[in-house]
């Protein structure tokens, strides 16, 4: 099966809201618990710049909002993996591209 570039948000017990971003077949395969899903997206990696940016809604959980991204992104709570091990905030950037491909910094 292919993999795509997804992310979603989920709530954790100790982290709070964590946005994790990872190459999957389906958003779902990102996720601990599907009942404390937010909602997800697809995302880009200008990788000469170490920016991620963040767009559009997952098929199996909508689209996650706005302000859950930026306030995952400003705790700096952007995993790689369902199991919060490796934080992406040290090492990347991150930017958001709306509806009408507005691109918003962080």
Request: aromatic share 14%; net charge negative.
């Amino acid at each position: 099966m292919d993999v795509f570039p997804k992310f979603i948000i989920e709530t954790d017990e100790q982290e709070g809201d964590c946005l994790i971003i990872a190459k999957c077949t389906f958003h779902k395969q990102l996720v601990t618990d599907k009942e404390k899903v937010k909602g997800g997206g697809w995302w880009t990696l200008d990788r000469e710049n170490k920016v991620f940016t963040l767009y559009g809604k997952s098929e199996d959980f909508g689209e996650a909002k706005f302000d859950d991204i930026k306030d995952c992104v400003n705790r700096k709570k952007v995993f790689s993996n369902p199991s919060l091990v490796r934080n992406l905030t040290e090492d990347f950037t991150f930017k958001y591209k709306n509806e009408v491909g507005e691109i918003i910094e962080f």
